[in-house]
């Protein structure tokens, strides 16, 4: 059985650092080289972050940032602002489906 | 600029059925995968359905198999997710979305349409 595990939640304040973790505890997953993470507002779609673990596409913040060390990846939210306050979700894939992590919950105090 | 907007969701109930689509604009629908992915009420992403460009290729998470059936009409730009046999466990918000690659690259989602919800309840 494939699974990404996140923290429920996270927080931190206006202008810190925080990082979420996802973690693979399966073996399924084809490369978790490819992971990629998504930020949800609440109502809103999930919009696309990070994709292949660190890449940032055209008009994302460089405040966000992804790593990956062995089974473990990560998003670094650096200078946190009040819109950062939102669930984040990590993905990746094996060869016939797609896997979420069960979403971490971002609060800035 | 990548758009999809979804449509057909509504009140159902358990046992019923229910058609989704979902409209692309902006790309070449017929060059990419396409997926269904849905979100209970409070609770977190769930990939459902996907399928390959020329329709050749399609998945389906364990708890939709032999109920739901994802197709597509490459010539109008529209993706589809036909759902019976609806219960109350199918009830949330349904997106669909782009599955995008890149050669040497992954895979990843984006864009994410806006979504369209599903409610199954007597």
Redo the contacts between chains.
């Keep these: 059985q494939s699974a990404l595990t996140q923290p429920a939640s996270v927080s931190g304040s206006p202008g810190q650092s925080i990082t979420i973790s996802c973690t693979e505890t399966s073996s399924d997953i084809d490369d978790y080289n490819f992971v990629s993470w998504y930020q949800q507002h609440p109502g809103k779609a999930p919009k696309l972050l990070i994709y292949d673990v660190s890449e940032r596409p055209s008009g994302v913040s460089v405040r966000f940032s992804g790593s990956k060390s062995v089974k473990t990846a990560s998003l670094t939210i650096s200078g946190l602002q009040s819109e950062d306050e939102a669930d984040y979700y990590c993905a990746s894939y094996t060869s016939t489906s797609w896997v979420f992590g069960g979403g971490t919950k971002l609060t800035v105090l | 600029e990548a758009q999809l907007v979804e449509s057909g969701g509504g009140l159902v109930k358990p046992g019923e059925s229910l058609r989704l689509s979902c409209a692309a604009s902006g790309f070449t629908f017929s060059s990419y995968i396409m997926?269904w992915?849905r979100q209970a009420p409070g609770k977190?992403?769930?990939?459902v359905s996907?399928i390959s460009a020329s329709s050749s290729y399609i998945?389906y998470?364990d708890s939709v198999k032999g109920r739901f059936t994802i197709s597509r009409d490459n010539a109008k730009n529209s993706l589809n997710l036909q759902m019976d046999s609806l219960r109350a466990e199918d009830t949330g918000v349904y997106?669909c979305?782009r599955e995008?690659t890149a050669a040497g690259?992954?895979?990843?989602?984006?864009?994410?349409?806006?979504?369209t919800l599903v409610i199954v309840s007597s």
Aim: aromatic fraction near 26%.
């Design positions: 997926n992915v977190g992403l769930e990939w996907s998945f998470t997106y979305a995008h690259s992954g895979r990843w989602f984006d864009p994410w349409g806006q979504g």
